[in-house]
């Protein structure tokens, strides 16, 4: 870059480029049509499991029941050995197709996510969607091997009446209570997904830490799931450090940081996107390792020209606890605007819809492509958190016409809606999921 006075003392004017907001305008027959066979129904199951996952971890909660029936594990340790849930409680009930979504689009084994506080729906929809892309022999040496897995899979196991006779190919027969009933290998690790991180969630050591993760740090590195984080904001500077290393060893694939809303008036996201987006990886960057000639000596410097593959994705639920960032708390109105005050490029940022789930899949199929060969980019993704913020939370500062209004644009229910009305799904597909 030329640093000299009469270059930067020109007159002019300091311009920014719009930032796309809400241009997914596809009908459900059109979206449905880039889904691979099978996976439609797939895609609404996976979040119709966020949303069931998280209800009955609020039944618990509230009552140690979920379904009416009581919840004792029994597998604690010696401060908690009935395993009752202890502590609060962060639901993304509302937020499921974000999670759905950007697992889809997610193709490259060597992402990598990274959550907040609120991140039950990745921890489900990214291992569930790898589950059952890979194969039968890849899924079945992880359930053996995993360590996240591990404990709850052995008791499950062990729980159930094995029928050898009726072993088919890749297939288990169970009796349980009496009811014989058949699991494919991956219907047993979407089983033991669901139960390692409820019992997790439940400081059980059947669960994905053996309990010491607890709801809020629960992971599994296996697929491709890294540890939440308590601390408001402090994913960004830890999956900013992730996609450093990425593009320092030239790896594949990109990082995912999910952050809420209010997490951008903590330092250090802003902190993370400037590094990511910062000059120095393409100026001074280079595609080989060794020294490269630098301008003075007449050799043209060899230039990658990309930041860092991170997609910061800002799951824009309105609310830091009890404050709306709009028009209270925050000052940037649309998360998006950020990208401005970061970036020439913007981030590359856009504004989506994130409760429908195909403009999230189209979102970050896109910027996936982007961050690999460009850098650091940022998403706004506008949705809704039904539930307050934690346990404590009665919601008193949200009009029950506003939860209502939300309540016409939920995920689930505009999904089967559409997907029926266009004639791409029946009545009786969402009953057999």
């Known amino acids: 870059m030329n640093y ?3 270059i ?22 059109a979206s449905a049509k880039k889904v691979k066979n099978g996976e439609l129904i797939e895609i609404y199951r996976r979040m119709y499991a966020i949303r069931r996952f998280e209800e009955a971890l609020l039944e618990v909660t509230r009552s140690g029941k979920t379904h009416g029936i009581a919840v004792k ?10 395993c009752k849930y202890m502590g609060t409680l962060h639901t ?10 950007e697992a889809y689009s997610s193709t490259d084994f060597n992402d990598k996510f990274f959550g907040s506080h609120r991140s039950h729906g990745e921890l489900i929809a990214v291992p569930l969607t790898e589950i059952y892309r890979k194969s039968v022999s890849s899924v079945s040496k992880t359930l053996k091997t995993s360590p996240y897995f591990a404990n709850f899979y052995r008791q499950f196991k062990n729980s159930l009446i ?18 014989e009933y058949t699991l494919s290998k991956k219907e047993l690790a979407e089983i033991s997904l669901y139960g390692s991180a409820f019992a997790e969630c439940l400081n059980s050591r059947l669960g994905l830490q053996n309990g010491k993760a607890g709801s809020m740090h629960a992971y599994c590195k296996d697929y491709k799931i890294f540890p939440g984080n308590a601390i408001v904001g402090a994913q960004a500077g830890i999956a900013t450090g992730a996609a450093l ?14 952050l809420g809303d209010a997490a951008l008036g903590a330092g250090v996201v802003y902190e993370s996107m400037n590094f990511a987006a910062s000059d120095q990886f393409k100026e001074l960057w280079h595609k080989d390792t060794a020294s490269a000639e630098t301008a003075d000596t007449g050799t043209q410097t060899v230039q990658d020209g990309r930041t860092l593959p991170v997609i910061y994705a800002i799951v824009n639920n309105g609310y830091g606890v009890s404050g709306r960032t709009q028009g209270e708390t925050m000052a940037f109105r649309e998360p998006c605007r ?7 490029t913007n981030l590359y940022a856009e504004r989506i819809n994130g409760n429908n789930v195909f403009a999230v899949i189209d979102a970050f199929t896109r910027k996936r492509e982007t961050a690999e060969s460009k850098g650091a980019c940022l998403l706004d993704l506008v949705t809704y958190r039904y539930e307050g913020h934690s346990l404590s939370d009665k919601k008193e500062y949200r009009s029950t016409e506003e939860i209502e209004a939300w309540k016409t644009v939920d995920p689930l229910i505009t999904f089967k809606t559409d997907a029926i009305a266009s004639g791409v799904l029946s009545e009786e597909d969402f009953i057999k999921a």
């Open 73 to 82: 594990l029994d597998y604690g340790d010696r401060n908690n050995p009935a």
């Open 8 to 29: 930067l003392n020109q007159k002019g004017f300091i311009t920014a480029a719009p930032i796309p907001a809400m241009q997914f305008d596809e009908d459900f027959s």
């Open 245 to 258: 290393y990425k593009r320092a060893q030239n790896e594949t694939g990109v990082v995912i940081c999910n």
């Open 4 to 6: 000299k006075p009469d």
């Open 338 to 344: 950020i990208g401005m005050g970061v970036s020439p």
């Open 92 to 101: 993304c009930i509302g937020q499921e197709a974000v999670s759905v979504g």
């Open 162 to 179: 094995f029928d050898d006779k009726n072993v088919l190919k890749n297939t288990v027969v169970r009796k349980f209570r009496g009811i």
